[in-house]
């Protein structure tokens, strides 16, 4: 098993360090996303409470996930999708995760 190490990303404007073992230039990707993301629900709905934002975002992105599993097989749900599903998971939780020290 991989051992989990820090990867810094910057979401608007602000770092986080994430606890993980998945690929550096993919945790980029992924927080390059939801940066962009945020930046078009900020631009579309004119809210500028980053609170706001992020909870308009993560329904965005929730309407996304439930269309794609809607025309995925449900057999292809579980198994890989379920376990890179729960990576994510992993992933926004230790970024919510107080740094230790």
Avoid: C
């Amino acid at each position: 098993m991989a051992s989990k190490r820090a990867v810094a990303v910057r979401i608007r404007g602000q770092e986080f360090r994430i606890l993980s073992d998945d690929d550096e230039a993919w945790l980029q990707r992924v927080a390059g996303y939801l940066d962009e993301t945020m930046a078009t629900v900020e631009e579309r709905t004119g809210t500028v409470d980053s609170h706001d934002v992020a909870l308009l975002t993560a329904l965005n992105l929730a309407r996304e996930l439930v269309e794609i599993r809607e025309r995925e097989p449900v057999t292809r749900t579980k198994g890989a999708a379920a376990d890179r599903l729960r990576q994510l998971i992993e992933l926004a939780e230790s970024a919510l995760r107080p740094e230790a020290g």
